[in-house]
């Protein structure tokens, strides 16, 4: 039986026995277990009922938020690890309904399964050292014909206008290292605008919608806008968004959800505690996101609105196409249920994971899994031999999304990490060495089940600019993403005959709004324009 079957069956209990008269009251065992029914024919009952009868007499009226307690109590240590409980009754009132919050939404009991996963995936990774890694097959944009990149975009353009396609975001993750303590997507990285990452990407949305929306002399256009995010960055995400008039789109069309989080654990797998009231807990990673887009109610609002696609990218990438129509129209002819970007990987040392067939199952090799000797190997035309640099910007059908999140293996990484915790007196301390394991999923994880993964090369000067180091570092920094995006607003009004005065160094910013993809400047041919600027 499942905990929440539990807790109603307690809560079912507890209200008869409100409603009853405490001379007719039954029982608390024949309140928790069926007509019929002995405590040893379904141990779950049993454990609840026990749980119930060691903090309550046999005549005693349980009080709904205590049975609760007890139910969780009682999961708990089905599981085995009803230690978290050792505190918990010198807790004060507002602290023990924190920690039952808490507890209640953890799958304590799917822990052990979870563990043996992320051992398992431990051994297979050992077992495909010697693997053999080779190439998928790619598309480079760049050397496409412009009959075929304009047919990609026609077929994308079009399904979107049918609203088949959706758009998701990865926004979990803080701005800790920029030296922030908001979420990632709020983050201003220097623009003369001043716009957050949220806000470019917003208008991009709001901007496709337009242009696709004349083009097919539709009223409106919707693209719905999926944002998932952590428990750190949920409520300030939502409140930044509503602070900003959901950058001019519809409410309705924004769907904010949390990817889920996962207890930190022992090697030898008891869950650890960050205080007396809390578990210590961490996000189970991108891969995360099948499971919560089934949990959340995500893939049915996708099935309500008749999404085919989805169009998932980075919230810390200023350069991402979001809605990307060439890319989604190359991904519907293909008939792919798993498209990536890549970027080529040119220096041998850069620390980015590659799309690779491993033993003949697509898939994704962390640059720590490929030996230095294949990592230096070359092609014939001299380019590295595996060289697609994936930037976690993905097009996956719904159809995909729906296995992933029900049908497919999931799998769990081992990260080995120093976890404060505390002691068995309840006091916190920080470890010397690591302590513990957090469990992760990552987003190409159950690649390997589709029988394809098609691969889009992309221009990286055109579309990625990492954003992950403090300011001032010189790569993968808010300096260099502005650059990136200057850079590239300037190649437009080149390419449209703008003449560009001022300091070359001073940067270039073109609204979204003015144009999603350098569509729509033909007025700046020939026109002066002074750096630094914002056209808007």
């Not at 996101?289 to 996708?302: Q, T």
Request: charged share 25%; net charge neutral; glycine share 8%.
């Amino acid at each position: 039986m499942s905990s929440s079957g539990l807790k109603g069956l307690v809560r079912s209990a507890s209200q008869q026995a409100r409603d009853t008269p405490p001379a007719k009251q039954p029982s608390l065992l024949s309140q928790v277990l069926r007509p019929g029914e002995s405590m040893e024919e379904t141990a779950e009952r049993k454990t609840v009922a026990s749980a119930i009868t060691r903090t309550y007499s046999s005549d005693q009226h349980i009080n709904p938020e205590d049975a609760h307690i007890a139910t969780q109590q009682a999961k708990w240590e089905k599981a085995g690890q009803g230690h978290v409980f050792k505190f918990f009754n010198g807790l004060s009132d507002e602290k023990k309904k924190i920690f039952i919050n808490q507890v209640s939404d953890i799958e304590v009991e799917n822990l052990a399964e979870f563990r043996q996963h992320a051992l398992d995936t431990e051994a297979d990774m050992k077992d495909s050292v010697n693997a053999e890694l080779l190439a998928l097959p790619s598309v480079s944009l760049a050397d496409s014909s412009e009959e075929e990149r304009n047919r990609w975009s026609s077929l994308g353009r079009k399904l979107i206008s049918e609203g088949k396609v959706g758009v998701l975001v990865l926004a979990g993750g803080q701005g800790s290292r920029l030296g922030s303590t908001d979420p990632k997507g709020m983050y201003d990285i220097g623009l003369p605008s001043h716009k957050s990452l949220f806000q470019v990407q917003g208008e991009k949305i709001r901007k496709l919608q337009l242009l696709i929306g004349k083009e097919f002399n539709k009223e409106s256009v919707v693209i719905p806008w999926y944002v998932m995010t952590s428990p750190a960055t949920h409520e300030p995400t939502v409140n930044f968004f509503q602070k900003h008039d959901n950058f001019g789109l519809n409410k309705d069309n924004i769907l904010f959800f949390q990817q889920g989080v996962l207890p930190a654990m022992t090697p030898e797998g008891q869950v650890l505690m960050e205080s007396k009231s809390r578990v210590f807990v961490a996000p189970d990673g991108n891969g995360g996101l099948y499971r919560a887009l089934k949990s959340k109610g995500i893939l049915d609002d996708m099935h309500k609105r008749g999404v085919e696609y989805v169009a998932q990218y980075c919230v810390d990438n200023i350069l991402s196409k979001v809605g990307d129509p060439t890319f989604i129209g190359f991904t519907a002819e293909r008939q792919a249920h798993v498209a990536c970007k890549s970027v080529k990987k040119v220096d041998p040392d850069e620390k980015v994971g590659l799309l690779v067939s491993r033993n003949g199952k697509p898939g994704v090799a962390e640059y720590s899994e490929i030996s230095s000797e294949l990592t230096k190997k070359k092609d014939s035309n001299g380019d590295l031999f595996l060289r697609a640099g994936h930037i976690c910007i993905n097009c996956f059908s719904v159809d995909f999304l729906n296995k992933a999140a029900s049908e497919y293996k999931t799998k769990f990484h081992i990260a080995r990490k120093k976890i404060p915790t505390i002691d068995e007196n309840g006091k916190k301390f920080t470890p010397p060495k690591e302590n513990g394991w957090k469990l992760e999923q990552f987003i190409f994880d159950p690649f390997e089940y589709v029988k394809e993964v098609v691969v889009f090369e992309v221009p990286r000067e055109q579309e990625f600019s990492a954003l992950k180091n403090p300011p001032g570092t010189k790569t993968d920094s808010p300096d260099s993403s502005r650059q990136d995006l200057s850079n590239l607003h300037k190649g437009w009004l080149n390419k449209r005959g703008a003449v560009i005065k001022g300091d070359a160094t001073a940067l270039c910013e073109i609204s979204p709004l003015y144009s999603y993809d350098g569509e729509g400047l033909e007025a700046v041919k020939e026109k002066e324009y002074d750096l630094p600027l914002y056209l808007q």
